[in-house]
Each structure stands twice: as C-alpha cells, then as structure tokens.
C-alpha cells in the first residue's frame, strides 16, 4: 500500500519542454470552408430516406470515427453496427421504438469499454516492439503510468487507496484527480467514446449523409441485445441515413454564445 502511494506521489507523468524559441512546422492543407459547411449542415434527422448508406461510405466513417483523439490512446471503444433484421428490430425497441431508430437505414451503437485499458495497454506494448527506436519514456508511460492511473484494483478496492494517494500528491504539485474508481473509468472512456460519435456523425455529413445520436434508449436491453458484459457502457446509439422530407423538426437553436464561452 506504501510502495503504491509513493509510487503515485513520484510518479513524472510528462516530460518536461525545452525552453527555445519554435517555429511553426508545416502541416497539410485543410479547406475549413467545407469544414464549416458539413458542421453547420449537420442536424439529428429524425425521419430518414429508404435508401442504405453505401458499404464504402460506412467503412469510411467508421474509420474517421476510430481516429477520435482519446485518452492516453487506450481505444476503449467499441462500435457495433447492427445489420441483423431481428437484431435491428430488438434495437430499435430498445430506442423506446423512436422515428430516428425505426425510420433508420443504418443502426450503429457506440460503447465505452473502460474494463478493456488493460489489454489494450498490452497492444500498445507489442506494437511498440514492432517498431524501431520506441523511446523509453513511451514504454515508460505503458507499463507504468498507465496501470497507476486506471488500476482500479479488483472490484475496485483500490480506490480510497487512489484517492488519497492523488490527494497527497496534489498536495506538492499540479496532479491529474480523475479517474478514480469504477465510475470515474466510465466517465474516463465515455469521453472519448463520445469524440468517436462527434468523428462519426461529422465524417457521414461530409459523404453527404445524415444521423442521430440517441441516448433515449433502455442500455441494459442494448447490452443485452449486443452480448456486452456489465462492464461496458452504451455511450449513444447512431442512426444513419439520408434525411428525408421532413426528417429536421425545426430550425437549428442554439442559446447566445456569451452564456458558454468564458474567457479567463
Ligand atoms: C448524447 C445525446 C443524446 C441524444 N438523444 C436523442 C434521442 O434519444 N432522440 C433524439 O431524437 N435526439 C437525441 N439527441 C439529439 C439532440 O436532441 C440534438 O442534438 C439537439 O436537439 C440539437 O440539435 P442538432 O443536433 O440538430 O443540432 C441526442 C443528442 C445527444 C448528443
């Protein structure tokens, strides 16, 4: 119990910067006109078109939604596309039965698999041996911080021993507080789920298709319906589709910017 909250305390996260002037370095070139133009068109269709996305467009936006930025790249992420009729059916009586699931050509349900850091943690390691000249620090960040920050230890009992080795720590200097116990781990991995569902619905709009993110649905049923252990969490289901007449219910409403954005 020592060894671990000395551990903690002393653990270096990240690696110090050089103090040097730097210039900027080239970076591709992005048409954010067009970017604009997919996010402002992007709205929750409600009734879709009975027309299915094409198989490429799907591959496509899966893959924009894999590249989500996520938290230490543990991935702990799952998206299930759910093609089965009788599935499909069970599915969207699990989404309360909702326009935006029945009328849907294309069913997807993005999940949070915060129990799956470990493995994926192991992944990291074997493609890192793959690779040439890995540094140090990276295996480091692995095999090491990774496991202090996300063990949670058997049915959690580690995390009053978490908690106040953070707070001890915080004592002395800046320290990252979350996540801390089994629901901190879910909220750790909704997150990034999350930015995988903002890749998802954004990459569709751009192939000139539609969707909506629905958390009105009964979880443990879509677990169910999914085979997904208890650990997993059902962050939002995706509808797809090509909007149909009709499909938007109103104009797109958002409240005055200066309630949301604060400058410090
Ligand atoms: C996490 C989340 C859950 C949502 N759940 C539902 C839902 O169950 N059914 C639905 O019709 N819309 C749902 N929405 C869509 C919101 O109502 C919609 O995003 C909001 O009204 C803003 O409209 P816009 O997406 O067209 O900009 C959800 C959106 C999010 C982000």
Known sequence: ?????????????FAGVEKKS?????APKTDAKAFHAVVDSRRSV????????PKAVVDACLDAALKAPNSSNL?????????????????VEACLSQPAAATAPELFVFVARPDLWRRNAAWMIEAFDRQPEVPDSAYQYYQK??????NMGPLGIFTPLK???????????PTPREPVGKWGMRIWAHKS?????????LAMRAHGFDTCPMEGLDSKRVKRIL???RAAGVTMAISAGRRAEGGIYGPRMRFDSKHFIHRH
């Open 22 to 26: 730097r210039a900027a370095a080239d």
């Open 1 to 13: 119990m020592n060894t671990y909250i000395r551990h903690m305390v002393k653990a270096k996260i």
């Open 163 to 173: 908690w106040l080795a953070f707070n001890l720590r915080g004592l002395q200097r």
């Open 193 to 201: 789920t999350a930015l995988a569902c903002a890749h998802f619905m």
């Open 46 to 53: 409600r009734v879709y078109a009975d027309e299915p996305v």
């Open 75 to 91: 991935q702990v992420w799952e998206i299930h596309h759910v093609v089965d009729a009788s599935k499909k059916q069970a599915l």
């Open 145 to 150: 911080i990774v496991p202090l920050v996300y």
């Open 227 to 229: 085979g997904l252990p």
